[in-house]
């Protein structure tokens, strides 16, 4: 129904999305298994910072419940891993992350700005101290070992699965009428609601597509880790991480936050195996320059450039005139 | 006729102070009405109740036969009321034609987001910023917002639209263009409820007149009877001059 009078202008996001999915494809053929790493290590991200971009991007609403969606997917593994066939996991752990975040959607998303950031990362360590609790209450023991027979290349190939859908996702959210309801709600909420808009539906089904995303990538990777435990699954460094990775790409265009993915996750990578021990304070110290000289990301950069660009080729007016 | 909107002892306090305390009155269809009165009357209060920005407290209010006074704002504004702010609001960084698109979208009259963008270029003429179309609203000056607002008010398909201030701060020119664009608006069948300090504004547009003071109404009537009422008078310059 929508696609029958879309333009090829319309398809080259889609198109460039499949067919940049397919040349990745081959590369667990030719890559070694430190490549692999890193590679599924970006790939995660990207997925993840993609999928918060999805909501906070063009809402404003500042999410750090990154880490509680992925931790419940990867805690869905390791409870259900070995007692469900694997392809039935992945959709259960999808389930329950809709779910907890339509539970926590509802109940947070009528709160505001600095109020709703605080909430989100007070949630993060909520489900935290709640599975290290049930874990120590009814299972004994707080870590847990995940047996999964999943290899790299199969993580690898479901995360860019996973990467291409939530690019694909989002690309025909921003497009439709809901889209355009959550730009204006991050533009100015009160026009919106009095411009007709349900604001907290809108908000609360991106919330949740953004972090059944979130959930699933936690499920898959969690057989990469064998071992996890809360403090690993729940980990609020990803939560931040993912925040700033979105961040200097910039998330408001879908592409965005993986350019800011790429270069952070090989700099990381870099600083992990040079500087172990003072990792904690260069990831700070690279917060800060990010915000300091590249506020609006690397998308923001280019766009700066295109209308410097424009100007000097006189095609088009000064926005400000 | 049914009136379009009817207020029925509508009350709202924020603490103890009584912003409206059992305001009753009624707008009949294809009006303009002014609701006029000292600051701090109620008038903006009374807008943010009909509107659903604010809840009242007791009373109802009828809009086109239908009780609102419990609905959300996204509500009463499909079902057909559209308002513009006292402090200008647009959305800064989406530009002129996506502003009104937004209203046109989500209105009485919904449509796709194609069909809304191209709602929207008529209104923007009809207000004077169709040349201005793809520039971010951030960039346009305080009075031109003020148009951009209205051209995102009509874009909903509004029966009742009300104006919060939308002449203040206007000079002698904009404020000719500016009623003049009102009163097509009134041809055109639209009912309109404007608070407005601008009393030449009031006599020019407004069929009735509606005062407001400590948030009940204490004057009705034509512009001419309801602004010569002792109470008015009193309202507006203390017991001494009354």
Same mark, same amino acid.
């Given at each position: ?54 909501? !906070? ?22 409870? %259900? ?12 752990? +999808?389930? *329950? ?14 709160? !505001? ?9 007070? %949630? ?63 533009? &100015? ?7 007709? *808009? ?6 609360? +089904? ?31 460094? =990803? $939560?931040?991480?993912?925040? *700033? ?19 952070? /996750?090989? %700099? ?21 320059? =990010? ?11 280019? &766009? ?5 660009? +424009? ?11 | 006729?049914?009136? %379009? ?19 009753? /009155? ?31 407290? $007791? ?65 923007? +003429? ?16 305080? =009075? ?35 009623? /003049?664009?009102?009163? !097509? ?38 512009? /001419? ?13 203390? &017991?001494?001059?009354?």
């Amino acid at each position: 129904m929508i696609a029958r009078n879309w333009t090829l202008k319309d398809w080259a996001f889609p198109l460039v999305v499949l067919g940049g999915a397919a040349l990745l494809a081959p590369l667990p053929a030719v890559a070694g298994s430190y490549w692999m790493a890193l590679l599924v290590n970006i790939l995660m991200y990207s997925v993840l910072a993609t999928a918060w971009a999805l909501f !906070s991007g063009p809402t404003h609403y500042v999410s750090l419940a990154t880490a509680a969606f992925f931790g419940l997917g990867a805690y869905t593994m390791a409870f %259900l891993g070995e007692k469900l066939p694997l392809p039935l996991v992945y959709p259960a752990a +999808a389930l *329950i992350g809709a779910v907890v975040a339509t539970v926590v959607g509802l109940s947070t998303l009528r709160l !505001s700005g600095v109020y709703f950031v605080i909430f989100t990362f007070g %949630l993060a360590e909520l489900v935290r101290q709640l599975v290290t609790w049930g874990e120590a209450k009814f299972g004994g023991t707080v870590g847990r070992f995940v047996f999964i027979d999943v290899n790299q290349q199969g993580i690898f190939w479901m995360l860019l699965g996973l990467l291409a859908l939530v690019l694909l996702v989002g690309y025909a959210i921003q497009r439709s009428r809901l889209g355009w309801a959550l730009r204006a709600i991050g533009e &100015d909420e009160t026009v919106a609601r009095h411009s007709g *808009i349900d604001t907290t539906v809108s908000k609360v +089904a991106v919330f949740v597509v953004s972090a059944t995303f979130m959930t699933v990538v936690g499920a898959v990777m969690a057989p990469r880790w064998t071992y996890i435990d809360p403090s690993i699954a729940f980990n609020p460094i =990803i $939560s931040f991480q993912v925040l *700033i990775m979105a961040l200097l790409g910039g998330a408001a265009r879908l592409y965005g936050p993986i350019l800011g993915v790429v270069p952070l /996750a090989i %700099l990381f990578e870099i600083l992990q195996a040079n500087f172990p021990n003072s990792f904690s304070i260069l990831l700070g110290l690279t917060f800060l320059v =990010i915000v300091y000289f590249v506020p609006n990301g690397v998308v923001g950069l280019i &766009d700066q450039g295109r209308d410097k660009i +424009a100007r000097a080729v006189g095609r088009r007016p000064h926005p400000a005139e | 006729m049914q009136p %379009l909107i009817e207020l029925h002892g509508v009350s709202k306090s924020f603490g103890g102070l009584k912003a409206v305390a059992g305001l009753t /009155a009624s707008i009949p269809r294809g009006e303009v009405v002014g609701l006029v009165g000292p600051n701090g009357s109620g008038k903006t209060t009374a807008l943010n109740l009909i509107t659903g920005n604010l809840t009242a407290d $007791s009373g109802a209010i009828v809009f086109d036969g239908r009780n609102i006074e419990r609905q959300g704002a996204h509500r009463i504004a499909r079902a057909g009321i559209a308002r513009t702010f006292q402090l200008v609001r647009v959305m800064p960084t989406m530009t002129l034609a996506e502003n009104v698109a937004i209203g046109a979208m989500f209105g009485a009259q919904p449509c796709s987001p194609a069909e809304a963008q191209e709602r929207a270029l008529p209104l923007l +003429a009809r207000v004077g910023l169709a040349a201005r179309a793809d520039q971010r609203a951030a960039s346009l000056t305080y =009075i031109d917002q003020k148009r951009l607002e209205l051209a995102r008010a009509l874009a909903a398909h509004p029966q009742l639209l009300l104006l919060d201030e939308w002449l203040a701060g206007l000079n002698p020119t904009e404020l000719k263009d500016g009623i /003049a664009l009102i009163a !097509s608006l009134a041809r055109d069948g639209l009912t309109i409820v404007m608070v407005e300090h601008v009393m030449d504004a009031i006599r020019a547009l407004c069929s009735r007149c509606i005062v407001m003071n400590a948030g009940t109404k204490i004057a009705e009537g034509t512009p /001419a009877e309801a602004l010569a009422d002792p109470d008015v008078v009193k309202a507006y310059l203390g &017991d001494d001059d009354a």
